[in-house]
């Protein structure tokens, strides 16, 4: 391809989503399939894997699915030794797994914590860890980590996942820092507030039939004037995971409708 053409194009590419079987994950693992992927994904429920074969099913995606618990290291080399051995050294990683706790802090317990922490930034660092050897060995490699905007900024009750965003930023800084020589591109994604079932408590209809209080601040702290939805993630995805990107490396690409750069309607 010559370099004065872009190229989008994943041919030949084999994609590793983890937690890509509904909601930002499964919208990101459409995109790269569209852009010629190999798709592999995991999730930890068996509800969720049945979700995801149908889901992957409807859209015409031949895809592999792994159950594998993210924070469990053994179990993550695992699944990536299975997937060079039956699909191919994995090219491009999503590390979109991902929970919140939503508690105030002084009633959170250190084990909600810990486990907020485990599963959105520890785990990020064990898949990554898992994936850089054999992306090494083929000269070239993209990590794409899902922040957010808790990256950035704080909220009352999310302190375990604001910490952990914020560390997965560093933590994508420093995967650049470490492997760049290695021709291996670390960049995040921090999606504003998106319409998945993460979300779906801060949009609950009231009883009255109005809105969610929170609903109505977030649309009027929002530029575009409404929440994201998962397709909004699709073409960034894209863009980091492919060629195109070749010379962005340790930045956070915020898809949010502007809302970090607002200061939010007057009411
Ligand atoms: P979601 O709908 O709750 O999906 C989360 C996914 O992560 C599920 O597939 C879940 O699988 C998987 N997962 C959770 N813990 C896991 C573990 N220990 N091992 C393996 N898989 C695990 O979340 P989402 O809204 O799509 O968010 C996806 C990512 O985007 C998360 O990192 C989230 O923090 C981030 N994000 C979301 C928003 C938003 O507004 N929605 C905004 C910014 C960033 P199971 O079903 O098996 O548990
Ligand atoms: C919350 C939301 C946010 C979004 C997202 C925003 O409770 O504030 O869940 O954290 O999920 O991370 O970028």
Same mark, same amino acid.
């Given at each position: 391809?010559?370099?004065?053409?872009v190229?989008f194009?994943?041919?030949?590419?084999v994609?590793?989503v983890? !937690?890509?079987?509904y909601?930002? !994950?499964? @919208?990101?693992?459409?995109?790269?399939?569209?852009?010629? =992927?190999?798709?592999v *994904?995991?999730?930890? %429920?068996?509800?969720s894997?049945? %979700?995801?074969?149908?889901?992957?099913? #409807?859209a015409?995606?031949?895809? +592999?699915?792994?159950? /594998?618990d993210?924070?469990?290291?053994?179990?993550?080399? =695992?699944?990536?030794?299975?997937?060079?051995?039956?699909?191919? %050294?994995?090219?491009?990683?999503?590390?979109?797994a991902?929970?919140? +706790?939503?508690?105030?802090?002084?009633e959170?317990?250190?084990?909600? &914590?810990?486990?907020v922490?485990?599963?959105?930034?520890?785990?990020? &660092?064990?898949?990554?860890?898992?994936?850089?050897?054999?992306?090494?060995? +083929?000269?070239h490699?993209?990590?794409?980590?899902? /922040?957010?905007?808790?990256?950035?900024l704080?909220?009352?009750?999310?302190?375990?996942? =604001?910490? @952990?965003?914020?560390?997965l930023?560093?933590l994508t800084?420093?995967? /650049?820092?470490? *492997?760049?020589?290695?021709?291996?591109? /670390?960049?995040?994604?921090?999606p504003?507030?998106?319409?998945?079932?993460?979300?779906?408590?801060?949009?609950?209809?009231?009883? #009255?039939?109005s809105?969610?209080?929170?609903?109505k &601040?977030?649309?009027?702290?929002?530029? =575009?004037?409404?929440?994201? %939805?998962?397709e909004d993630?699709?073409?960034?995805?894209? &863009?980091?995971?492919?060629?195109?990107? #070749?010379?962005?490396? !340790?930045?956070?690409? *915020?898809?949010?409708?502007?809302?970090?750069a607002y200061?939010?309607?007057?009411?």
């Amino acid at each position: 391809m010559n370099k004065d053409m872009v190229n989008f194009s994943l041919e030949g590419k084999v994609a590793l989503v983890t !937690g890509g079987v509904y909601g930002i !994950g499964f @919208a990101i693992a459409k995109a790269l399939h569209q852009a010629g =992927a190999r798709i592999v *994904y995991n999730c930890h %429920t068996q509800k969720s894997m049945e %979700t995801g074969i149908a889901n992957y099913k #409807d859209a015409g995606i031949d895809a +592999k699915g792994y159950l /594998c618990d993210v924070t469990d290291e053994d179990a993550v080399k =695992a699944m990536v030794a299975d997937i060079e051995a039956t699909v191919g %050294t994995i090219d491009i990683l999503v590390n979109n797994a991902g929970i919140i +706790k939503r508690i105030p802090m002084e009633e959170m317990a250190v084990e909600d &914590f810990r486990q907020v922490v485990d599963i959105d930034l520890v785990a990020p &660092f064990i898949c990554a860890k898992a994936v850089i050897p054999g992306m090494i060995r +083929k000269g070239h490699g993209k990590i794409i980590n899902i /922040c957010s905007m808790m990256s950035e900024l704080g909220r009352e009750t999310v302190s375990a996942y =604001a910490a @952990a965003k914020g560390g997965l930023k560093m933590l994508t800084r420093n995967i /650049c820092s470490e *492997y760049g020589a290695a021709n291996i591109q /670390c960049n995040g994604i921090g999606p504003g507030y998106i319409a998945t079932p993460q979300t779906a408590p801060l949009r609950e209809i009231q009883p #009255d039939g109005s809105l969610h209080p929170f609903d109505k &601040f977030i649309i009027a702290k929002t530029p =575009a004037g409404r929440w994201g %939805t998962p397709e909004d993630l699709m073409g960034p995805a894209v &863009f980091l995971a492919s060629d195109a990107s #070749d010379f962005v490396n !340790g930045q956070i690409l *915020y898809v949010d409708g502007g809302i970090l750069a607002y200061i939010g309607k007057q009411p």
